[in-house]
């Protein structure tokens, strides 16, 4: 049975970092592109990064871009959002999510495997 969990989420004040992380079992996590996704309350859930299986090929959405680095530790079944210089705008529930095929997209349902998400919250 696939499981995939997020973890790290909680109340920061803008300006500052977080760390996400997302372990994914019951897969072989090495070929698996990992995503990130976030969802605000009456928005639409939108890619915000997104890892190949190589490690070393990585997207961002241009909100993010320069702010959030994300990276993998294939030992580990672990992928790891760090988050810096936090914006009230960066508030959502972030999502996790696996992709058999290797692909980054930026449509949720174009993943195999997703999490149930952590809250982010940013403000003062």
């Known amino acids: 049975q696939v499981q995939v969990v997020e973890s790290g989420g909680g109340l920061v004040q803008p300006g500052g970092s977080l760390r996400l992380s997302c372990t994914a079992s019951?897969?072989?996590?090495?070929?698996?592109?990992m995503g990130w996704f976030r969802q605000a309350p009456g928005k639409e859930r939108e890619g915000v990064s997104c890892?190949?299986?190589?490690?070393?090929?990585?997207y961002y959405a241009d909100s993010v871009k320069g702010r959030f680095t994300l990276s993998r530790d294939n030992a580990q079944n672990t992928v790891y959002l760090e988050m810096n210089s936090l914006k009230p705008e960066d508030t959502a529930m972030y999502y996790c999510?696996?992709?058999?095929?290797?692909?980054?997209?930026?449509?949720?349902?174009?993943?195999?495997?997703g999490g149930q998400g952590t809250q982010v919250t940013v403000s003062s």
């Open positions: 890892i190949w299986r190589s490690e070393r090929s990585t």
């Open positions: 019951g897969l072989t996590f090495s070929n698996y592109a």
């Open positions: 999510a696996a992709n058999a095929a290797n692909r980054c997209s930026s449509s949720w349902s174009a993943y195999d495997y």
